[in-house]
T-cell receptor
Framework: GQNIDQPTEMTATEGAIVQINCTYQ??????LFWYQQHAGEAPTFLSY??LDGLEEKGRFSSFLSRSKGYSYLLLKELQMKDSASYLC??????????WGAGTKLIIKP | EAQVTQNPRYLITVTGKKLTVTCSQN?????MSWYRQDPGLGLRQIYY???????DKGDVPEGYKVSRKEKRNFPLILESPSPNQTSLYFC????????????FGQGTRLTVV
């Protein structure tokens, strides 16, 4: 079956760095997405990786290793507004998105 | 402003009473989909549409219907809602399926009693 695994919850301190991991097993691979979702709100797009390596976008970076079925989202200089759930999603061989359950990130002052 | 609009935002209904959740996008996107989100589970796709008059089942289609008569609208229909359909529903649209970001509506929190 298809499976996306991410930690359920993580805690970090304001100003620090946090890495949220995502491992996947899917039938085919056409890219991996990260979305941010604040409580009670819609998910919003953060990043897309289809080739191995690191994609940097401001305070957020996303890394992909296709051979390992692994990705991470790196958040630097954490701010209180970064408290949210982070969703990993893989586009499979039919270009359908398979979603992880999300990682709830709690930022403490 | 580019957006996906869902209505209503909140709905409480009784078992068996037909309801429709509307979804409209103003970005001329071809691909639209419906998801439900339940605690501890990822977003699960209910139905999707690649274009007008083209719809297909997602992972959890039972108890739901959709239609795509025009490009901008993709309503979700629950003919006979049941309590296990109590959930948070999201409509999403994207330009296509290959590597394009999805834009989500604000969500509809549905409670079936």
């Amino acid at each position: 079956g298809q499976n996306i695994d991410q930690p359920t919850e993580m805690t970090a301190t304001e100003g620090a760095i946090v890495q949220i991991n995502c491992t996947y097993q899917t039938s085919g691979f056409n890219g991996l997405f990260w979305y941010q979702q604040h409580a009670g709100e819609a998910p919003t797009f953060l990043s897309y990786n289809v080739l191995d390596g690191l994609e940097e976008k401001g305070r957020f970076s996303s890394f992909l290793s296709r051979s390992k079925g692994y990705s991470y989202l790196l958040l630097k200089e954490l701010q209180m507004k970064d408290s949210a759930s982070y969703l990993c999603a893989v586009s499979d061989s039919n270009y359908q998105l398979i979603w992880g359950a999300g990682t709830k990130l709690i930022i403490k002052p | 402003e580019a957006q996906v609009t869902q209505n209503p935002r909140y709905l409480i209904t009784v078992t068996g009473k037909k309801l429709t959740v509307t979804c409209s996008q103003n970005m001329n996107h071809e691909y639209m989909s419906w998801y439900r989100q339940d605690p501890g589970l990822g977003l699960r796709q209910i139905y999707y549409s690649m274009n007008v008059e083209v719809t297909d089942k997602g992972d959890v289609p039972e108890g739901y219907k959709v239609s795509r008569k025009e490009k901008r609208n993709f309503p979700l229909i629950l003919e006979s809602p049941s309590p296990n359909q109590t959930s948070l529903y999201f409509c999403a649209s994207s330009k296509g399926v290959e590597g394009t970001e999805a834009f989500f509506g604000q969500g509809t929190r549905l409670t079936v009693v």
